[in-house]
């Protein structure tokens, strides 16, 4: 008798069109008063070299629903300002997310012409359902996952205000 077992891969790409510079996407990535302003309004820290570690903290939101602290924990393998960012990403909030492995996180910026770039984030959430499920937007009243974080991002970088201000 032969068994085999499939290994599957599950990697998700997202992609925006943004008119900004490379480095004005850049600094909104990695710098914390910038993710402050998008998204679930999360700072972060970077420390960008490979082997630097990276934290997502609360939001207020985040903390009147009873989240503190570290949320989001990594670290960063590869720094190539002002186009690409891969980081180890772990989400902490939840103990059954926080029992997944580390998942890998890739940011590629590409200027297509003057003034606007393609944003790719590959999420590569092998091993780790209930990040994939974040990630995707698939938890009813969670958020949008990295679709709602990407559009939020453009629409700030281009009028100078959220989708929610």
Known sequence: MTSTTANTTTVHVFRVYIRATP????????TPEWQAKYGYRAPGTYELRP?????GIASPAMEAMGASGVIVEGEVVEV????KLVQTWHPTWDPQIAAEAPTRLT?????????????TVTHDVTGAPSVEAQITGAIEGAGGGWAYVLSDLKTLLETGRALED
């Open 23 to 30: 480095q004005a996407i850049w600094d909104a990535i990695v």
């Open 51 to 55: 082997g630097g570690a990276y934290q």
């Open 80 to 83: 190539d300002p002002p186009r």
């Open 107 to 119: 940011w590629e910026i590409d200027e297509i012409e003057k003034g606007v770039c393609k944003l």
